[in-house]
């Protein structure tokens, strides 16, 4: 009995859980997380939000925000953000769509992907970003 109780244990634990309520709700907290950095000047802080793919192509604070300024600036002095909906991509990945006001007054659509870190936090692996349709009101 205790053998079978081990197995199942091993087995849970080789296979992660769905994303659910609790893994979007993280998730959301690393993209909140990264830009309440960018809004306070936290650049390092924001950095520490990326996933290691992008760590790999923007390998220093200096190259990353090179990145971040050059092209998205929606995202980098947000003047406020709300999120939308959410994607399930895999077991360890979520896409989150983000609805951002940008500093210009004009509505963004930024969708995020992130993937869940082997020390258990959800980490930015890539930005997709255009201007949006819709008005702010």
């Known amino acids: 009995m205790r053998r079978a109780a081990i197995v199942f244990a091993t087995l849970l ?3 992660p859980a769905l994303a659910g309520d609790a893994e979007i709700k ?3 907290g690393s993209i909140s997380g990264q830009l309440q950095a960018f809004r306070a000047g ?3 802080t924001a ?3 990326a996933a290691p793919n992008v760590k790999r192509i923007f390998p220093t ?3 990353f925000m090179g990145m971040v300024t050059g092209g ?3 995202v980098h002095h947000p003047q406020s953000f709300d999120f939308g909906k959410s994607r399930e991509m895999g077991p360890t990945a979520i896409a ?3 609805l951002i006001v940008g500093p210009d007054g004009k509505d963004y659509e930024a969708v995020y992907t992130l993937e869940l870190q082997p020390d258990g936090i959800w980490r930015i692996t890539g930005v997709s970003l255009r ?3 819709s008005l702010s009101t």
């Open 72 to 74: 998205y600036k929606p």
């Open 47 to 49: 950095y520490g939000y």
């Open 26 to 28: 993280a998730a959301q």
């Open 42 to 44: 936290d650049n390092a």
């Open 13 to 15: 634990c080789a296979f």
């Open 131 to 133: 201007a949006s349709n």
């Open 96 to 98: 989150q769509q983000v």
């Open 61 to 63: 604070l200096e190259t």
